[in-house]
Nanobody, 125 residues
Framework: QVQLVESGGGLVQAGGSLRLSCAAS????????MGWFRQAPGEEREFVAA????????DYADSVKGRFAISRDNAKNTVYLQMNSLKSEDTAVYYC??????????????????WGQGTEVTVSS
């Protein structure tokens, strides 16, 4: 069983930055592809970014490309999402997720086995 705990959400003005963290309680963290998804009020959950379990390959939704950066620290069992140039449309609950040794469908939420409880990000315009 993998437990994921997100932190770092909050209220920020448009144009500002936030860094989300997701700490995983698993010894084999380096074997998990880690993803970030978000869900805005009244909307479906959508893919934001993912980082592969090996090789550090990352992928981003077009809506955040160039503004967000995903990274991981395997020594700390933590994945990060640096969010810059935030827009009001980035307002959502952000979830991290873990998928064991998979990458080809990393944009698909059903690929992920474990989810955090979410952290809320509100961007004021």
């Amino acid at each position: 069983q993998v437990q994921l705990v997100e932190s770092g959400g909050g209220l920020v003005q448009a144009g500002g930055s936030l860094r989300l963290s997701c700490a995983a309680s698993v010894r084999t963290f380096s074997l998990y592809t880690m993803g970030w998804f978000r869900q805005a009020p009244g909307e479906e959950r959508e893919f934001v970014a993912a980082i592969r379990w090996s090789g550090g390959v990352s992928d981003y939704a077009d809506s955040v490309k160039g503004r967000f950066a995903i990274s991981r620290d395997n020594a700390k069992n933590t994945v990060y999402l640096q969010m810059n140039s935030l827009k009001s449309e980035d307002t959502a609950v952000y979830y991290c997720a873990a998928a064991y040794r998979t990458w080809s469908n990393s944009r698909t939420q059903y690929e992920y086995d474990y989810w955090g409880q979410g952290t809320e990000v509100t961007v004021s315009s």
